[in-house]
Nanobody, 123 residues
Framework: QVQLVESGGGLVQAGDSLRLSCAAS????????MGWFRQAPGKEREFVAA?????????RYTDSVKGRFTISRDNAKNTVYLQMNSLRPEDTAVYYC???????????????WGQGTQVTVSS
């Protein structure tokens, strides 16, 4: 198991940028696939982005964030990031970091979750 703590959320205006961080503690961070999910009020949790273990050379994004968001990882710092550019009001949600065994967009595959960080984008 790995423990995850997100940070970096906040209130921004449309068009602004934010970088979310997720710090992991525990063993073998490098061996985990890392993902970001989000949940808006009244909506189900949805996949945002994921990055493969070790090299981080392979990524996945949901269509609505392609070209605007970038996921990356720093194994030396046990941290995964989500750089969010050109933010839109519809990006408003609680963003969760997750760790899992395979590169997938399916949330149930991820076994460890953080507590979430709020991102609010005003128009």
């Amino acid at each position: 198991q790995v423990q995850l703590v997100e940070s970096g959320g906040g209130l921004v205006q449309a068009g602004d940028s934010l970088r979310l961080s997720c710090a992991a503690s525990g063993r073998s961070f490098s061996s985990y696939v890392m993902g970001w999910f989000r949940q808006a009020p009244g909506k189900e949790r949805e996949f945002v982005a994921a990055i493969n273990s070790w090299s981080g050379s392979s990524t996945r994004y949901t269509d609505s964030v392609k070209g605007r968001f970038t996921i990356s990882r720093d194994n030396a710092k046990n941290t995964v990031y989500l750089q969010m550019n050109s933010l839109r009001p519809e990006d408003t949600a609680v963003y969760y970091c997750a760790a899992g065994p395979i590169l997938t967009m399916t949330g149930s595959i991820f076994g460890s979750w953080g507590q979430g960080t709020q991102v609010t984008v005003s128009s």
